[in-house]
């Protein structure tokens, strides 16, 4: 059978619906916001020289993500550390959320701020299972690692988390 | 039977085999330090969420497509069907997040199903507040630290989650119950708070409360829960569950005091 193809229109529309999902995901993986604007453009051309590749009976969110992470490894990582970008850290960004007063933007931040300390491999595998849904399976296939993997980053994890939230609580 | 933290981490997370599963639920009914191991790999995952969220509203101008497109060389290849619009979270994974947030360090509840007379309006989060109530022991909230700014921290997160205020002075102030901590839950979705006391007779109980959906109040209603003493109303857009202990008394005194100043 022949495999379908997404026209200009289409891949510009799927592009777009993920597009802030893609941001957070490029901030998570970088740390820091000057790498997640590079990653998050050169991301978006990578996924329209390669759209023939993708399969559309499969996930779009996905398959842009693996390739990103793809991008971020090989190619621009080491130029960010040679060149020494990554002077706008993400604890630098300021939170919006209109639909929620200034308590939740601090809450957020507190939130966040425990999240990025951890490594990339368990961050990511905590933005993926537990702010996008996915299934352990589906993680382990856009961070291209066994899904026992993935169960031990989220498993360290939950531990620096639950241990940190406790600390934060216990000197609030 | 000790399971690796991979394994509780998977539990928590919906991931593991139903038949292991239950398994795991069989053994926390009799098992206190699996409890204690789950308690450590407790994080409030809505949290993460909205977090993570936040931070979707940061993201900067998109690129010019077309104009990336133009730059690149190669020819449209002919139009076919668009994908389904990609629904990346299932709703198999939104039952089983819900679920999971829920059994962080409850565990007990899968085999229980609705049965406790009127509460099919919102069939379940009483039953699962009641389980979890139910592996309360005395030494659970002894050794929690109750300055009065580590509470004030909970209850605005609490308070947060619910959208809605809640005074710490109030909930301090009950005559023969100890406010311990509060404690953010989640029940299909939506937040569940969990406020925590003790008895002066140190049983431990709790005041549960989760957003009503627009359901009509209801009277406080007493009931027995999984043995212990309860009490159960619908107020402001709110239901309420106070659970915990066999002190029938303090639990009807302590839930009219609430229902009043709520």
Redesign the interface.
């Known amino acids: 059978m022949q495999r379908?193809?997404?026209?200009?229109?289409?891949?510009?529309?799927?592009?777009?619906?993920?597009?802030?999902?893609l941001?957070?995901y490029c901030?998570?993986l970088t740390g820091n916001h000057t790498d997640a604007?590079d990653l998050?453009?050169a991301a978006?051309?990578r996924a329209?020289?390669k759209?023939?590749q993708f399969d559309?009976?499969?996930?779009?969110?996905?398959w842009i993500f693996t390739i990103t992470r793809r991008m971020w490894l090989n190619e621009l990582r080491s130029k960010s550390v040679r060149q020494g970008t990554g002077v706008d850290p993400i604890e630098e960004?300021?939170?919006?959320?209109?639909s929620?007063g200034p308590?939740?933007?601090i809450?957020?931040?507190e939130?966040?701020d425990g999240?990025m300390a951890l490594p990339e491999a368990q961050r990511m595998a905590?933005?993926l299972?537990?702010?996008?849904?996915?299934?352990?399976k589906e993680a382990s296939e856009v961070l291209e690692v066994p899904i026992?993997t993935v169960?031990?980053r989220?498993?360290?994890a939950?531990?620096k988390?639950?241990?940190q939230?406790t600390t934060q609580?216990?000197e609030? | 039977m000790s399971y690796s933290q991979e394994q509780l981490t998977a539990y928590l997370d919906g991931e593991l085999p139903n038949a292991e599963s239950q398994a795991l639920e069989a053994e926390l009914a009799n098992n206190p330090a699996l409890c204690v191991q789950l308690e450590e790999l407790a994080i409030d995952r809505p949290a993460i969420a909205s977090a993570f969220d936040q931070l979707l509203a940061t993201a900067p101008p998109m690129p010019d497509l077309a104009a990336l497109q133009d730059s690149i060389a190669e020819p449209a290849p002919a139009p076919l069907p668009v994908p389904a619009n990609d629904n990346f979270v299932s709703l198999r994974m939104l039952i089983a997040s819900s679920f999971v947030a829920v059994c962080l360090g409850v565990g007990v509840t899968l085999g229980l199903s609705g049965g406790f007379g009127g509460q099919k309006q919102q069939p379940g989060w009483i039953d699962f507040v009641a389980s979890y109530q139910a592996l309360y022991v005395p030494e659970t909230l002894t050794n929690v630290k109750t300055d009065t700014a580590t509470l004030e921290a909970e209850t605005a997160r609490a308070a947060h989650a619910l959208s809605r205020s809640l005074n710490v002075a109030q909930l301090e102030s009950l005559q023969g119950l100890d406010f311990k901590r509060a404690q953010v839950l989640g029940f299909k979705g939506k937040p569940l708070v969990q406020l925590a006391f003790l008895s002066d007779s140190g049983e431990p109980v709790a005041l549960c409360i989760i957003k009503a959906n627009g359901a009509a109040d209801e009277a406080m209603a007493p009931k027995t829960l999984q043995g212990m003493e309860a009490a159960s109303w619908s107020k402001g857009g709110f239901k309420y569950l106070l659970i915990g202990g066999q002190d029938k008394a303090l639990i009807n005194r302590a839930a009219r005091e609430f229902n009043a100043r709520m």
């Open positions: 379908k193809l997404l026209d200009h229109a289409a891949v510009s529309e799927a592009i777009k619906t993920v597009y802030p999902r941001w957070r901030l998570t604007q998050v453009q978006c051309l329209l020289e759209i023939r559309p009976e499969s996930h779009f969110d996905r960004i300021e939170l919006i959320d209109s929620a308590e939740s933007n809450l957020g931040r939130v966040l999240i905590v933005l299972v537990y702010a996008e849904g996915y299934s352990y026992g169960m031990s989220l498993s360290t939950r531990v988390l639950a241990s939230f609580e216990g609030g």
